[in-house]
């Protein structure tokens, strides 16, 4: 095997080290109750999604603000995060369409 061919293996390598290494592991406390005994649902993640932004940025800055809450039910809470992100920032791109005119 050339040089060439082993330094290209070795990089294929670590770059799925890396990307491996930023996969999300479980949730462990998804579907429990809170503090407060509520459970994060489809409408709670949609309005966590749409002010992401805002909550990110004050979470810098503050130990008790986070932008995404644990204690939810699982895929519909991650749906409603989604969307609510997608509206903020402006949907699935169709702003990138050239206009005809």
């Known amino acids: 095997m050339n040089m060439r061919k082993a330094f290209s293996i070795i990089i294929v390598l ?3 080290f890396a990307i491996s290494g930023c996969a999300p592991g479980p949730n462990d406390v998804a579907n429990t109750p809170d503090s407060e005994g509520d459970v ?7 309005w966590h999604g749409f002010i992401v932004l805002f909550t990110f940025v004050i979470s810098l ?3 008790s603000v986070h ?3 644990i204690h939810n039910n699982g895929n ?14 402006g ?3 169709g702003a990138s369409c050239k ?3």
């Open 14 to 16: 670590l770059m799925l």
């Open 40 to 46: 994060a649902g489809f409408w709670s993640g949609l």
């Open 61 to 63: 800055f503050s130990d």
């Open 67 to 69: 932008p995404y809450e």
């Open 76 to 89: 519909w809470y991650n749906l409603g995060f989604v969307l609510g992100a997608m509206l903020f920032f």
């Open 91 to 93: 949907g699935s791109g």
């Open 99 to 101: 206009s005809k005119s």
